[in-house]
């Protein structure tokens, strides 16, 4: 079991960043690949980065590329986003996952474990 707990939202100019964070429960965090999904209101959850269990690979949707990095500690149990160049049609609100599996990083149906969100809202 896992439990994961994000934090780091809020309210943000245009072009402006924010960092979030997303803090892993228990000492098996190194052994899940993590995944960042973002959610507008209305909208399905959509996969944003991914970044495997030791951090060698990270992945991207392409919208974000550039802009944003994902990053890990696995001596702090903890995930990051790093969030630049921000814009309108980023705000959603922002979710941490972990996945035992090693494949279809890109699908929130391959996570086991999610966090509860934290609020991202870029103001123009």
């Known amino acids: 079991q896992v439990q994961l707990v994000e934090s780091g939202g809020g309210l943000v100019q245009a072009g402006g960043s924010l960092r979030l964070s997303c803090a892993a429960s228990?000492?098996?965090?190194?052994?899940?690949?993590m995944g960042w999904f973002r959610q507008a209101p209305g909208k399905e959850r959509d996969f944003v980065a991914a970044i495997t269990r030791s951090g060698d690979r990270t992945y991207y949707v392409d919208s974000v590329k550039g802009r944003f990095t994902v990053s890990r500690d696995n001596a702090k149990n903890t995930v990051y986003l790093q969030m630049n160049s921000l814009k309108p049609e980023d705000t959603a609100v922002y979710y941490c996952?972990?996945?035992?599996?090693?494949?279809?990083?890109?699908?929130?149906?391959?996570?086991?474990?999610w966090g509860q969100g934290t609020q991202v809202t870029v103001d123009s």
């Open positions: 228990g000492r098996t965090f190194s052994s899940y690949n």
């Open positions: 996952a972990a996945a035992r599996r090693d494949y279809g990083l890109g699908s929130l149906y391959n996570y086991d474990y």
